[in-house]
């Protein structure tokens, strides 16, 4: 690998305008250590530097960019679109053909809403479940990341478990107390909040696969207990699916373990790498939005051109037969690889994954919940990072955000990934 000096350069100047140099706080690498990447350009499974070095990517844009990066459908797309204008602020026919396949794949979608990011969509989410249940209170899950929203900033994954952050200064007590936390996969607890606040639990908000605190699957029977329990309680299910929409299947994670939610919240994918959300459920609840009713929210680029006909053609590659059977192959060659190398290595390390999202932890067991997964040995983790990105991969520079595998990963990446890995692991045995 070349020095990564001129990216060093790029990161000093951006500390004295931009604050910490990035605009969104992973990206500085502060939890591995080392130089942050200042990336020119990316092509299918690979980003470059503005050094000049190659690494295969595996953080994807954060999952979004599911056919790896400049695929040619899409961009071409976004050219003609380009030339067509870029932002009319006004209705195209591309929100409906969109929407139509978005909730073709999850028809629990009756309604949909486009906005411009994960946090808009979740936090109008939760606006409009107050509003139909009339009540104030939410349920989210310790280590859940719902975006940078007022109400989702306690206990959260994602960036916060990052840094190391338990709650953001900023946000009033009165919004804090709002939102009741629960340990993920245990229902009692969950049962537990609504004794204790009965008929003022509007929501609880969840995502399916954990993957902001890591990968940390359900375990069986809890997402049909929740569905069940807010049913019986007269609150609302919301879905957060901006990770794990069109990524775990084409109906998502949803699809996968047979819940129907009240609302869905989607974001990444649906973008086709451009900025593009999306908040919908039952037809009931959703009429409530303005102009339908007195639920306001609005957005000056929601529903941009752009970023529709980018989602338009991502959904029409992921709608082809065998898709998710030949991305999922590639998984998990790289999951058991991963996990023979870690065996080999004789470190307490575990690998969770679920389709093509997966995370090693440094942990002697698999987590469960984010107590587990915040005692995984995070400089073992940045340790292992800087060894992997040495060796020309890049993973999620933290120890809980998940890794993504892309259709444009090939065999012979997923091959040299699992040597560079098993190097690595070494690598780091060795300095014990």
Not at 52 to 68: H, P, R, T
């Amino acid at each position: 690998m070349k020095p990564r000096s001129h990216s060093r350069t790029i990161f000093q100047q951006a500390q004295e305008i931009l604050v910490g140099g990035v605009n969104s706080p992973v990206r500085a690498f502060k939890a591995v250590g080392g130089d942050p990447l200042v990336v020119e350009r990316a092509q299918g499974s690979r980003l470059y530097d503005v050094d000049g070095n190659e690494y295969i990517d595996f953080v994807c844009s954060w999952g979004a960019m599911i056919l790896g990066h400049a695929h040619p459908a899409v961009t071409s797309a976004i050219q003609d679109q380009a030339a067509r204008g870029t932002s009319y602020g006004m209705s195209t026919e591309l929100e409906l053909e969109l929407a139509r396949r978005i909730q073709k794949a999850m028809p629990a979608m009756e309604m949909v809403r486009f906005v411009s990011s994960g946090t808009e969509a979740t936090m109008s989410a939760v606006r409009v479940a107050r509003a139909f249940t009339r009540r104030n209170f939410i349920v989210k899950f310790d280590g859940g990341y719902h975006g940078h929203a007022d109400g989702f900033l306690s206990q959260a994954g994602s960036g916060l478990a990052t840094l190391g952050i338990a709650s953001s200064p900023g946000v009033p007590e009165c919004f804090a107390e709002l939102t009741l936390n629960a340990p993920y996969n245990d229902i009692a607890s969950v049962e537990r909040l609504f004794d204790a606040h009965r008929g003022e639990i509007a929501a609880v908000i969840v995502e399916p696969v954990a993957a902001n605190m890591g990968v940390v699957l359900p375990e069986e029977s809890f997402l049909c207990n929740l569905r069940e329990l807010t049913r019986k309680e007269g609150a609302l299910l919301i879905l957060d699916e901006v990770i794990t929409g069109f990524r775990l299947a084409l109906g998502g994670a949803q699809s996968v373990y047979g819940i129907h939610p009240d609302l869905t919240t989607l974001g990444k994918i649906i973008g086709g790498g451009l900025p593009a959300a999306a908040y919908g459920g039952r037809a009931d609840v959703m009429s409530l939005v303005a102009p339908s009713g007195p639920v306001y929210q609005a957005g000056t680029l929601s529903g941009n051109p752009l970023a529709m006909r980018a989602g338009i053609e991502t959904l029409k590659q992921l709608e082809a037969p065998g898709f998710y059977e030949q991305l999922n192959k590639k998984a998990e060659r790289l999951i058991s690889g991963f996990r023979m190398a870690v065996a080999e290595s004789g470190l307490a390390a575990q690998v969770s994954a679920a389709g093509s999202l997966l995370t090693l932890f440094f942990a002697k067991v698999t987590p469960s919940d984010y107590e587990d997964a915040k005692r995984s040995d995070t400089q073992e983790f940045g340790a292992f990072f800087l060894e992997m990105l040495n060796r020309g991969v890049f993973l999620p520079p933290s120890q809980f955000e998940a890794l993504f595998v892309s259709a444009a990963h090939s065999d012979s990446d997923i091959d040299r990934t699992i040597e560079a890995c098993r190097e690595s692991l070494k690598a780091v045995a060795g300095r014990k």
